[in-house]
């Protein structure tokens, strides 16, 4: 599943950023790695971006690189 | 003398700690890249004078975007002698991560540990000399906004140490890195950084790293590493672990159990569709505010002024020494009166917006509408910063990846009235066709930017990256730390507007007095009166005004001849007003600005701007003579 797809307010666990390109950086510096679990707090009308919480920080990724973001829910 | 820097990641509160120390001049604000270029200062420790450099925050030492840059290009080249590293105790484990990479340095440095006030709110308790031991290195809390530990992190800046520690990955792992570090050392020269860490973030894909591998024969060692390692994700999640094992080893939490305010506000202000209504009702009280506030200032000014200028009429009979002392008089008074009731406020109120913590919500808020014009969200807060100053939007753009969103955010950040511009629309179209008018020119300035933002998307090659931005918790900024701030960005005003304004206002005066206005006029005719329809002496009022837009306003009425501002509705009539507005909106930025926008994005880029911004306000102002009549 992708995080663009992700509910809210839903523990998720993060598979695997796709490659290629640089944003996945500034990603993995801001805490989204592969293995950390983030929430989905809110996303912006009119396919704006997503607001989610990983480890206490809010952070915003844009749609483009949400559905980028390979994610699994867990229990 | 030796030299300090400051590094840390964005936000954790670098300048915040450099203006304690060394003084307000470096401002500060609660958005990650609020600082975009170096600041130095100075200060004493004993008797010790030392050099303190504040820096843009970076997220680690392979740089991102241009103020990253600037920051890792710093650390490596000039001669720092200590690395104050400031970590957001409220966001401990991200930050570490920073720290473990500057500990392989291997140069003095000291821990600052920040925020600690805000990560005992959180509920986080962290254990000093613990962390200290963990990592090694000598670890000071403080308070920074508050000035709390400052003076027992400055007495220990002469007994920073090398850190005694280095990260160490797993067997495996390490194995890996050290079969490409090994061949790195002998086959690549001209390195500044730490064979292993270079090597490591050459595994980790970092582009300006790996470069240096092309065509070495360390190329297929580092090929081989990055396949065994993940690409580096296997040094990413253990280092991130580590980093997760220091906090739970050093710090104690407690589960607070109350909703933060913070998700409460900011279920308000992010709402999908009442965030849009506040941050509208926000902005239309800000110019409200602003507007009602400076019309009554600019009135009783007005009237001082009258009286001293007719004071004067009848006590100096030389007409020459009139008119002189009689432009330095009213440049003074105009600067204090017109100006700064419009100025002060403003700057005042975009600090709060600064300093509170909404700009980086606004560019959740706008960024779907921002890709309209080929930008993301943080490019609003070079938009919100244009309101204030160009220049710091202009600048505000290093923390944009791609050329393409740098380019159109700096064109675009260029048409956002800043304050000086914002004296014209409310002491000129405001005053004397009403606030209705005011609203109305800013919401159609919006719309101009708008429309040129969909151009320009059009016109220019290449693809935007997304908006990643962290987004910070809401702080409440002090009056007195809005007040410095405020002083910071007027002072430019004050030490340089006023002082034009005087020359610029005895010019005027000299102009009229040896007749001169009828030659300079002649050049002006054809664009403004023939074409816009104004009186043509605005034409150096205009030039004026690119030197500093704050002029122009207050030059308008001494270059028509009027003896006050007040009578400037009895040579122009409204539409020529709006006329004039629109153009001052829209036409050339200031020469800070333009030289802002060379830097940035080059000397095309600037002439581009310049140019398209002229013909954009000769257009619209054409329009606006055209259509006013019918409207006013
Ligand atoms: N509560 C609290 N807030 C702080 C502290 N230190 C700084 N701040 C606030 O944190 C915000 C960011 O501070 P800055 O000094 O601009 O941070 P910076 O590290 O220079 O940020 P960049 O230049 O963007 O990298 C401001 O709103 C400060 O008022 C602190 O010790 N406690
Ligand atoms: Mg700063």
């Not at chain 2, 300006?208 to 993940?230: G, I, R, V």
């Not at chain 2, 308008?556 to 709006?578: D, E, K, R």
Request: proline residues 4%; positive net charge; glycine residues 8%.
């Amino acid at each position: 599943m992708k995080l663009e797809d992700g509910k809210k307010n839903i523990k998720y666990k993060i598979l695997s950023i796709e490659g290629g390109c640089r944003s996945k950086d500034r990603l993995i510096k801001l805490g989204l790695i592969p293995g950390s679990i983030i929430t989905i707090e809110r996303s912006a009308p009119l396919k704006g971006p997503f607001m989610v919480d990983v480890s206490g920080s809010k952070i915003v990724v844009g749609r483009g690189i949400a559905s980028r973001i390979d994610i699994e829910e867990i229990f | 003398m030796i030299s300090v820097a400051l590094i840390g990641q964005p936000n954790c509160g670098k300048s915040t700690l450099f203006n304690q120390i060394a003084g307000y001049k470096s401002l500060s604000a609660n958005f990650p890249g609020a600082t975009v270029s170096y600041t130095k200062g100075k200060t004493y420790i004993g008797n010790d004078l030392i050099e303190v450099i504040d820096l843009p925050g970076t997220y680690s030492l392979s740089w991102y975007d241009d103020a990253e840059k600037e920051t890792i290009k710093a650390l490596f080249s000039s001669d720092i002698d200590v690395i104050i590293n400031i970590v957001d105790a409220s966001t401990m484990i991200r930050s570490i991560e920073l720290t473990l990479e500057l500990m392989s340095l291997g140069r003095p440095m000291i821990v600052a540990l920040n925020m600690m006030d805000e990560a005992e709110n959180k509920g986080i308790y962290i254990n000093i000399e613990r962390l200290q031991d963990i990592l090694g290195i000598k670890v000071v809390p403080i308070i920074a906004k508050k000035g709390k530990g400052v003076k027992k992190l400055l007495e220990e800046i002469k007994n920073a140490q090398n850190p005694r520690k280095r990260c160490i990955y797993s067997k495996n792992v390490e194995k890996e890195i050290k079969k490409v570090t090994e061949c790195a050392k002998d086959n690549i020269k001209n390195v500044q950084w730490p064979c292993k860490l270079f090597s490591i973030k050459a595994i980790e894909g970092f582009g300006p790293c790996e470069k240096f591998f092309e065509e070495t024969e360390c190329k297929p060692l580092l090929d081989n590493a990055k396949n065994a390692l993940n690409n580096g994700l296997d040094i990413i999640q253990e280092r991130h672990a580590l980093c997760m094992n220091i906090f739970e080893n050093s710090a104690k939490v407690k589960k607070i159990r109350k909703k933060s305010i913070e998700s409460k506000i900011d279920k308000f202000l992010m709402h999908p569709v009442f965030g849009y209504v506040f941050m509208f009702a926000i902005f239309i009280l800000i110019f409200y505010v602003v507007f009602t506030g400076g019309v009554p200032i600019e009135n009783l000014v007005i009237k001082a002024f009258d009286k001293i200028d007719a004071y004067l009429a009848s006590n100096i009979h030389n007409k020459l020494l009139f008119s002189i002392v009689k432009g330095g008089i009213d440049g003074i008074g105009a600067a204090t009166g017109i100006a700064l009731p419009y100025l002060f406020p403003f700057l005042f109120i975009i600090s709060i917006l600064e300093d509170v913590g909404y700009l980086p919500r606004i560019a959740y808020l706008m960024d779907s509408t921002m890709h309209r014009m080929g930008v993301h969200g943080v490019s609003v807060i070079s938009f919100v910063a244009g309101y204030g100053c160009s220049v710091p939007a202009i600048m505000a753009t290093r923390i944009l990846k791609s050329k393409k969103e740098k380019y159109i955010t700096a064109f675009l950040a260029s048409l956002v009235p800043c304050s000086a511009r914002s004296i014209v629309i409310m002491g000129l179209a405001g005053y004397f066709l009403g606030y209705m008018y005011v609203m109305g020119l800013y919401a159609f300035n919006l719309f101009i930017i708008l429309i040129s933002g969909i151009i320009l998307k059009k016109l220019l090659p290449g693809m935007s990256p997304e908006i990643i931005l962290d987004i910070p918790p809401y702080r409440l900024p002090t009056i007195k730390t809005l007040l410095i701030k405020t002083w910071y960005k007027i002072k430019d005003f004050i030490y340089l507007a006023i002082p034009m304004l005087i020359v610029g206002s005895i010019i005027l005066t000299l102009i009229s007095y040896y007749k001169f206005d009828s030659y300079i006029n002649v050049i002006f005719t054809p664009l403004l009166t023939g074409v816009l329809g104004l009186p043509a002496a605005v034409g150096v009022v205009l030039i004026f005004g690119i030197l500093k837009k704050e002029l122009t306003l207050i030059m308008l009425y001494q270059a028509l001849g009027l003896s006050s501002i007040s009578m400037v509705n009895s040579v122009m009539n409204p539409a020529q007003m709006l006329t004039f507005t629109i153009f001052v909106m829209f036409y050339i930025p200031c020469v800070a600005t333009i030289a802002a926008i060379n830097k940035e994005i080059g000397t095309k880029g600037a002439t581009t701007i310049t140019f398209a911004t002229l013909v954009l306000a000769v257009l619209l102002a054409f329009i606006t003579k055209i259509v006013s009549p019918l409207i006013v």
